[in-house]
């Protein structure tokens, strides 16, 4: 149940991310990192091209780390609440 909300919240990201590109109201680029970055605990091709975006851009790698060390811990503590919620 955890990982199809997670999964969930990644493609909805990754839909606003493209959704983004072609409306100025909404930041295309951010949103389609943060789907990826959701989704690549989840998802193979999602990891890939986080791994080649990283090799690409190195400069952009230690944002990316320190953005997947946050996205985990949010991530930690929400399935925590949902479960206790659950419970």
């Known amino acids: 149940m955890t990982r199809l909300a997670i999964q969930g919240v990644g493609y909805t990201f990754l839909v606003l991310g493209v959704l983004g590109l072609f409306l100025p109201i909404l930041q295309g680029v951010l949103f389609m990192a943060v789907g990826l970055i959701i989704l ?17 851009h190195p400069r952009a790698d230690e944002l990316i780390t320190k953005a997947e060390d946050l996205a985990e811990s949010w991530t930690t503590r929400a399935v925590d609440f949902i479960r206790k919620k659950l419970s």
């Open 40 to 56: 690549s605990r989840h998802a193979s091709w999602a990891e890939n091209l986080l791994a080649r975006l990283k090799s690409r």
